[in-house]
C-alpha cells in the first residue's frame, strides 16, 4: 500500500508570497493532519481534516488555512510568507482514531 | 509546561551497548502514547503505539513500555543504521486527535 504523499518536496518562496501545499493520504485513511516542524519549535499542530471538516486547529495564525477535498486529499496555504514560516511541512493521515502516518514533508524556504 | 519531555537531548553510544531513551508526559486522559523514529531530512517513521500502563511492544533491537507517568525506548545492541532521532508524542483526551510532540532524543551509534 502506497504511503502519504506530498509534493512538492522543496520549495522556495520570498516574502509576501503565498504557498499551496499538497497531501495524499494512504488509501482508505479519511483524517489528514498537518505539522509544522523546526529546529526551535520541533513538531507542532496546524490542524486536522476529517471527511472535508476542520475537526481541530492548532495555535497558528489565520494566514495558515487548509482544506480537505472528497477524495481525502488536503492542501494547505500559507498567505503573507514570513521568514519564520520556513520549515518542514507534514502530512499524516490516519483511519479513525488509529495510529498517525506521516509523509516525507515538503521543505519550505522563505527568502 | 511541557506536556511532554524526552531525555537524554542527544545520546552518543558504541555499537553494540544498550541504552534506554525517555519520555515522560502530564497530559490527562491518555489515549495513546507514540514512538517514531525520524532520520534527516524525512518524515517521522512509525514504530510504537502503547495504550495502558504495563503495555510493552517489541520490534527488533527496540522495545517500548509504558507507565502512568512515563515511557522508555529500550535499545538492545545497537548498529550504527539505528541513528536517528526518536520522538515520543502523545494523543490525549485534552487534546483531542492532535499529537503532542516532544522534542526528541537524538541518537548517534558509533561502530
Known amino acids: 500500500k502506497a504511503g502519504v504523499t506530498q509534493t512538492p518536496r522543496y520549495l522556495i518562496k520570498t516574502r509576501g508570497q503565498q504557498v499551496t501545499l499538497s497531501c495524499s493520504p494512504i488509501?482508505?485513511?479519511?483524517?489528514v493532519s498537518w505539522y509544522q516542524q523546526t529546529p526551535g519549535q520541533g513538531l507542532q499542530f496546524l490542524f486536522e481534516?476529517?471527511?472535508?471538516?476542520?475537526?481541530n486547529k492548532g495555535n497558528f495564525p489565520g494566514r495558515f488555512s487548509g482544506r480537505q477535498f472528497s477524495n481525502s486529499r488536503s492542501e494547505m496555504n500559507v498567505s503573507t510568507l514570513e521568514l519564520g514560516d520556513s520549515a518542514l511541512y507534514l502530512c499524516?493521515?490516519?483511519?479513525?482514531?488509529?495510529?498517525?502516518?506521516f509523509g516525507p514533508g515538503t521543505r519550505l524556504t522563505v527568502l | 509546561e511541557d506536556q511532554v519531555t524526552q531525555s537524554p537531548e542527544a545520546l552518543r553510544l558504541q555499537e553494540g551497548e544498550s541504552s534506554s531513551l525517555n519520555c515522560s508526559y502530564t497530559?490527562?486522559?491518555?489515549?495513546?502514547l507514540f514512538w517514531y523514529r525520524q532520520d534527516p531530512g524525512k518524515g517521522p517513521e512509525f514504530l510504537f503505539t502503547?495504550?495502558?500502563a504495563g503495555e510493552e511492544k517489541e520490534k527488533e533491537r527496540l522495545k517500548a513500555t509504558l507507565t502512568k507517568k512515563e515511557s522508555f525506548l529500550h535499545i538492545t545492541a545497537p548498529k550504527p543504521e539505528d541513528s536517528a532521532t526518536y520522538l515520543c508524542?502523545?494523543?490525549?483526551?485534552?487534546?483531542?486527535?492532535?499529537?503532542?510532540f516532544g522534542a526528541g532524543t537524538i541518537l548517534r551509534v558509533k561502530s
Open positions: 497530559v490527562s486522559g491518555l489515549r495513546g
Open positions: 502503547l495504550y495502558s
Open positions: 488509501s482508505g485513511h479519511r483524517s
Open positions: 499524516a493521515s490516519r483511519r479513525r482514531a488509529d495510529t498517525q502516518y
Open positions: 481534516y476529517f471527511s472535508e471538516t476542520q475537526r
Open positions: 508524542a502523545v494523543r490525549s483526551m485534552e487534546y483531542g486527535n492532535k499529537l503532542v
